[in-house]
C-alpha cells in the first residue's frame, strides 16, 4: 500500500518539477539563472527515469546513485547562479564565499578519496559498495558546502542592508530548503538499510511530500524580471 502510495507520490512529485521548469522557461527567468534551469531540467529528467524504473529496485538505485555525481557538481553552480541578480553588488562578497565553498568541497573530495583507498570495492552481493560511499560522500560533501555558501552570503546582505530582489530571496529560501532535504535524503540513504521495508516506505513517503510542498511554493512565487533590471526587492511575507 506503501508502496503504490509513494508511487503516485513520486509522479506528483515529476509533475510539480516539471511545472517548475515552465514556470522558469514561461518567466525566462533562463536568461538570468542558467545552472538553475539546468538543475531543473536535470530534477525533471531524473525524475522521470524514476517513475520509469519503478519496479526495478536495483536499477533504480544505480542510476539514483550516479545522478548523485552529477548533482554534486551542479549544486555549488547553483549556489553561485542565486545571486545573479545582485552579482554587481555582492562582487566582493560571492569571492569570499566562493573560497569557502571550494575548501569545503576539497575536504570532501579529500575525505572521498580516502574511502576509495582503505574502502572494499563491492559489499558481498555484489553491489557498487564503494561507489555508492563515494556517491554519498560527493552527494553530501556538495551539498553542505553549497548550503554553507547560500547561508554565508545571506547573512552578509543582511549586515551590509543589500536588498534582494524578490526571485534571489525565493531561489535562496528554495535552494536552501531543497538542499537540507538533500542532506537529510542523504543521511536517510544510509539508515534506511537498518529498517524494516514500512519505515523505510515512511521515510520515502515524508521526504517526497517535503520536496512536493517546497517545490509547489517556489512555483507559486516565481515572478518575472523585466528585462535589464532586477525583480522588486523581496516582500517580508515571503
Known amino acids: 500500500m506503501l508502496d503504490q502510495t509513494n508511487y503516485w507520490m513520486n509522479i506528483a512529485g515529476a509533475a510539480l518539477d516539471a511545472l517548475l521548469l ?9 536568461r538570468v539563472y542558467v545552472f538553475i534551469t539546468l538543475a531543473c ?4 529528467l531524473f525524475d522521470v527515469i524514476d517513475v520509469w524504473l519503478w519496479s526495478d529496485s536495483e ?3 544505480r542510476v539514483f546513485l550516479y545522478s548523485r555525481f552529477l548533482f554534486a557538481f551542479v549544486f555549488p553552480l547553483v549556489g553561485w547562479d542565486v545571486f545573479e541578480e545582485v552579482k554587481s553588488e555582492i562582487s566582493k562578497l560571492r569571492k569570499i564565499a566562493l573560497g569557502r565553498l571550494i575548501s569545503g568541497l576539497f575536504f570532501a573530495t579529500i575525505f572521498g578519496f580516502f ?3 582503505f574502502a572494499a570495492p563491492s559489499d558481498e552481493n555484489g553491489q ?3 561507489l555508492a560511499t563515494l556517491g554519498v560522500v560527493a552527494w553530501a560533501g556538495s551539498a553542505a558546502a553549497t548550503l554553507a555558501l547560500l547561508w ?6 543582511r549586515a551590509q542592508n543589500i536588498a534582494r530582489p ?6 535562496i529560501i528554495f535552494w536552501e530548503l531543497a538542499l537540507l532535504g538533500e542532506l537529510v535524503s542523504c543521511f536517510c540513504s544510509l539508515i534506511v538499510p537498518f529498517f524494516k521495508n514500512q519505515a ?3 521515510l520515502t513517503l515524508i521526504l517526497l511530500t517535503y520536496g512536493i510542498v517546497i517545490t509547489a511554493w517556489c512555483i507559486l512565487k516565481l515572478r518575472a524580471a523585466p528585462s535589464g533590471v532586477p525583480s522588486a526587492p523581496a516582500n517580508a511575507n515571503l
Open 59 to 61: 536499477t533504480r538505485f
Open 41 to 44: 531540467v536535470l530534477t525533471f
Open 115 to 117: 574511502i576509495f583507498l
Open 128 to 130: 557498487p559498495g564503494l
Open 152 to 157: 554565508t552570503l545571506q547573512r552578509a546582505m
Open 166 to 171: 524578490h526571485n534571489t530571496a525565493v531561489w
Open 200 to 202: 523505510a516506505d515512511i
Open 22 to 30: 515552465a514556470r522558469v522557461l514561461l518567466l525566462k527567468l533562463q
